[in-house]
Nanobody, 123 residues
Framework: QVQLVESGGGSVQAGGSLRLSCVASGRTFSSSAMGWFRQAPGKEREFAAAISWNGGTVYYADSVKGRFTISRDNAKNTVYLQMNSLKPEDTAVYYC????????????????WGQGTQVTVSS
């Protein structure tokens, strides 16, 4: 069992930055791939970024590539999402998720989910 708790959301103006954190409980974090997903009002949840268990492989959605950076610290059981050059269209609830070993972009492959943290970007 893995429990995930996100933090770091908030309100920011366009062009600003935020860093989201997701702390995992349980002994399997270091062998888990981690993903960040987001859900805007009235829209389906979508993939944003993912990272392999050792940080060696990362994936990004085209919409965030070059602006967002995913990273992890296995000693702290934490995965991060650094978000720069934020746009109003980045406004969403951001969720972290965990799955064994290999990162993926498909939500259905992730076994554990956090409760989400709200990010609001104003123009």
């Amino acid at each position: 069992q893995v429990q995930l708790v996100e933090s770091g959301g908030g309100s920011v103006q366009a062009g600003g930055s935020l860093r989201l954190s997701c702390v995992a409980s349980g002994r399997t974090f270091s062998s888990s791939a981690m993903g960040w997903f987001r859900q805007a009002p009235g829209k389906e949840r979508e993939f944003a970024a993912a990272i392999s268990w050792n940080g060696g492989t990362v994936y990004y959605a085209d919409s965030v590539k070059g602006r967002f950076t995913i990273s992890r610290d296995n000693a702290k059981n934490t995965v991060y999402l650094q978000m720069n050059s934020l746009k109003p269209e980045d406004t969403a609830v951001y969720y972290c998720a965990a799955k064994p070993l290999v990162p993926a972009t498909a939500m259905s492959l992730y076994r554990y989910w956090g409760q989400g943290t709200q990010v609001t970007v104003s123009s």
